[in-house]
């Protein structure tokens, strides 16, 4: 054997033509997503199983939080629904998120209309700067906001509560709304205008029934980010009106029992309802 040849072997232990055949591509692919998609399991197992743990400490029958779980009760739920304390603060999140819901899918829709309609200078710029709330840090704004707040007395509000999470919930809605108005064809906002209507009727007539899938997923997306909002709700709460965000915090400094695990369970299952819902609405194809 010469030199070359033992080279050639030596780099190629299989055969050239195993190696090049149609058969050997395919189970190398096949391998290759397998082994992909198991690392992207373990990726994202890792990162549910925090969530997943509360689960069971929410059931646990010991007056601490405590995994795994001594024994299986619903106490906790019943402790939960039957606290005045835990109740307000969930009635104040759930009127907060009502509003914040209404009021940022009507901003946040005009603003993407505008940002995709519109001929605006510095366009991109605008599209930015509306985004902002979710690149910057929300402890900054949370204490931004508690300083602004403060002298006008609007900590613990439900105004500041609307105001400020209306700012945090706007950049979803301009989000999902302008993916929609994207696919919305404007050949048939210029047949509207052509047959006589104008700006205003071609949006509730054309424009608002083809992209109200996507509308509405926004005001799911809205809702979630007002009531799962903890960090800014820390800062501009108070004793008048306290969030349950601030409540979860406030019990785990003073008074740590497995009813934080039972609303954080109720949270999370809000959660994927509302995910599942804002995902069904958003991949529904609108009638004729």
Request: proline share 6%; charged share 10%.
């Amino acid at each position: 054997m010469s030199i070359d040849q033992a080279h050639d072997k030596a780099q190629f232990p299989l055969p050239r033509r195993v190696i090049a055949s149609p058969a050997f591509r395919t189970y190398s692919r096949a391998l290759g997503i397998i082994a992909t998609g198991a690392l992207v399991g373990c990726i994202l197992f890792f990162l549910l199983l925090p969530t997943l743990i509360v689960i069971p400490m929410s059931i646990s029958e010991t007056d601490y939080i405590q995994f795994p779980p001594r024994g299986l009760t619903l106490k906790w739920y019943g402790a939960y629904f039957g606290d005045a304390d835990w109740m307000a603060a969930t009635w104040f999140s759930l009127k907060i998120a009502l509003a914040t819901t209404a009021t940022a899918t009507v901003v946040g829709t005009m603003a993407a209309l505008a940002i995709v309609r519109g001929n605006l200078p510095f366009r991109s710029f605008l599209q930015t700067l509306a985004l902002g709330p979710m690149i910057v840090p929300h402890i900054i704004l949370g204490v931004a906001l508690y300083l602004s707040f403060s002298p006008l007395q609007l900590t613990g509000s439900l105004l500041g509560f609307l105001v400020a999470h209306t700012v945090l919930a706007v950049p979803y809605v301009i989000i999902t709304v302008t993916a929609s108005l994207q696919k919305f064809d404007p050949a048939l906002e210029l047949a509207a205008l052509n047959c006589g209507a104008n700006r205003l009727q071609a949006f509730f007539l054309v424009i608002l029934p083809n992209i109200a899938p996507g509308v509405a997923a926004a005001a799911v997306f809205a809702f979630l980010a007002s009531f799962d909002e903890a960090t800014v709700a820390f800062f501009i709460s108070d004793t008048g009106g306290k969030s349950i965000g601030r409540k979860m915090f406030e019990d785990i400094d003073f008074n740590l029992t497995p009813i934080i695990a039972a609303a954080s369970t109720i949270l999370v299952a809000t959660s994927l309802l509302l995910m599942g819902a804002a995902h069904v609405l958003n991949v529904r194809k609108p009638s004729a």
